[in-house]
């Protein structure tokens, strides 16, 4: 059983910053790409960032030049630096994973979600 852990969340005032990290657990054949996605009260869950399992990343225009994405593929760990943060950062971010498993399955994982709150 794969498990995704995130940790990190917590209430900070505007232009603060926040470090989410998240650990990757159980038995598995590799990690591909690694990401984290959010969703605010009322809307979609949308991507923040991506990393694949050779670094590329991804952002979205909002993260872009505030957030910074990286994984240690040695812990199975993935992490998302948030500078500059504003109360429209505010939501539950949850982490994913395509994990492919040790029968060659793959399998999209996703955490329980660390709620960051941004004050104004």
């Known amino acids: 059983q794969v498990q995704l852990v995130e940790s990190g969340g917590g209430l900070v005032q505007a232009g603060g910053s926040l470090r989410l990290s998240c650990a990757a657990s159980?038995?598995?054949?590799?990690?591909?790409?690694m990401g984290w996605y959010r969703q605010a009260p009322g809307k979609q869950r949308e991507l923040v960032a991506a990393?694949?399992?050779?670094?590329?990343?991804t952002y979205a225009d909002t993260a872009k030049g505030r957030f910074t994405i990286s994984r240690d593929n040695a812990k199975t760990m993935v992490y998302l630096q948030m500078d500059s943060l504003q109360p429209e950062d505010t939501a539950v971010y949850y982490c994913n994973a395509g994990i492919l498993t040790t029968t060659i399955r793959a399998l999209d994982a996703w955490g329980q979600g660390t709620l960051v709150t941004v004050s104004p």
């Open positions: 990393i694949t399992r050779d670094g590329a990343t």
């Open positions: 159980g038995i598995m054949f590799r990690i591909n790409d």
